[in-house]
């Protein structure tokens, strides 16, 4: 939608509430991914709202999330051209504050899956390293890999963004780099290894390096400053920027739902399957023959049923993430941009203007820094409540 061609062939479309006086042709594009990305969102969240309270498969309402496939990529293709019948005022207020906001929580989420994931990682590396050497050469080679390139890229921005002047830029990169400093060895500290022995600079230098990054893509896409921001206009860095937030949300999507489904098969035991059969039956989800057909189901079926007695995933949290991912992907492929309709002299359709804001650049420095908090937290609850944490480390 962002190409040249997709422009064209958009402005051709003889609606005369998708004209827009713009002096820029991508603004036709912008819009036309934030109308796509809507429909997105609108489809998720009409699915989570259906799928709300459904606790395993024997529920009628199941069958939307684990079939009709025909019926609902038929919903999606009407929810896409509906979006396209909507006026542009509609997503000049959608783009601005919705999807910005959908944006910011989507990455607070995957912060959160950030440090969980930095700590399972570690962990796991360290069960298998009794059994192969080689995981400890991987977990210290990763390690001195991330931090290698948090340096690097500090550097980078030292050398690129922070010259006279530019005292904001310089504020964002100091403080990023202090509080690397400080979780490098907060993590290694006696009291908190005493209080969780597996912590240690694994897990801190995958935080850093994310939130380095952060930092440069925040200050990489700030606006209209050429002293503080000498790539504003190369399409270089905004193409880096599109492919590395695509993988993030990928990557994020697949743990979140993977991490879930780990958690909700490891509470679904064989041990605990009879007593989820007996409520299923006594809330009337399941009919009371169930009872006596279970073993005999079970010995038979060449398929089981993983979520007969309860389902492994949230399905209405899982349409969640992927409503605010919709949002998160509609800000990266237009770059943060904000529409901006300014009224011209003339009598003429306001003009519709795209350009960068501070506030998608603050969005990212804040993410970092409540990375960081999450993480030190992390870090100092075992020391601060040793016993809440007792089983957990």
């Known amino acids: 939608m962002l190409s040249n061609w997709a422009i064209k062939q958009i402005q051709k479309l003889p609606l005369d509430y998708l004209k827009l006086n713009c002096t820029e042709g991508s603004c036709y594009g912008i819009i036309a991914v934030h109308r796509i990305c809507f429909a997105l969102v609108l489809f998720h969240a009409l699915l989570g709202l259906l799928l709300l309270g459904v606790r395993n498969s024997g529920q009628p309402r199941s069958s939307i999330q684990n079939g009709w496939w025909g019926p609902k990529v038929l919903c999606w293709m009407l929810l896409l051209v509906a979006s396209f019948f909507i006026p542009n005022e509609f997503f000049r207020v959608w783009g601005n504050y919705f999807s910005l906001a959908g944006a910011a929580i989507f ?8 440090v969980d994931f930095a700590h399972s990682w570690t962990e796991r590396c360290l069960e298998n390293m009794e059994y192969s050497d080689k995981w400890k050469y991987i977990l210290i080679g990763g390690t001195l890999f991330l931090y290698a390139a948090a340096i690097t890229l ?10 006279n002047g530019c005292s904001l830029n310089q504020f964002f990169v100091t403080l990023n780099m202090i509080l ?7 993590c290694i500290t006696p009291s908190v290894q005493e209080a969780n022995h597996r912590s240690g600079l694994s897990q801190s230098s995958i935080v850093v390096i994310y939130c380095t990054y952060l930092v440069l893509s925040a200050v990489a896409n700030e606006p ?9 206009k190369s399409q270089g860095p905004q193409t880096t920027s599109i492919v590395l937030g695509a993988l993030f949300t990928f990557l994020a999507i697949a743990y979140s739902t ?6 909700g098969v490891e509470g679904v035991t064989e041990s605990s399957s009879r007593e989820h059969l007996i409520a299923a039956v006594e809330n009337g989800t399941l009919p009371r023959s169930a009872l006596y057909k279970d073993d005999d189901q079970d010995d038979n079926d060449d398929e089981r049923d993983d979520e007969r007695y309860g389902a492994v995933y949230n ?22 941009n904000t529409i901006i309709s300014e009224q011209p002299n003339s009598q003429d359709d306001s003009l519709i203007r795209i350009g960068q804001s501070y506030t998608a650049v603050w969005v990212k420095v804040v993410s970092g820094w409540i990375c ?6 992390s870090l100092v609850a075992p020391v601060l409540m040793p016993d809440r944490f007792l089983d957990t480390y």
């Open 107 to 114: 990455i607070l989420f995957g912060l959160v899956l950030l």
């Open 154 to 163: 500090t550097g980078i921005m030292y050398g690129f963004f922070t010259p």
């Open 180 to 186: 690397s400093l400080l979780i490098t060895f907060l």
């Open 224 to 232: 209209n400053d050429k002293e503080c921001n000498p790539l504003r």
């Open 258 to 263: 993977s991490r879930a489904a780990t958690q």
């Open 315 to 336: 399905y209405s949290f899982f349409h969640f993430t992927f409503a605010i991912a919709a949002m998160y992907v509609a800000m990266l492929l237009t770059n943060w």
């Open 372 to 377: 960081y908090g999450l993480y030190i937290w």
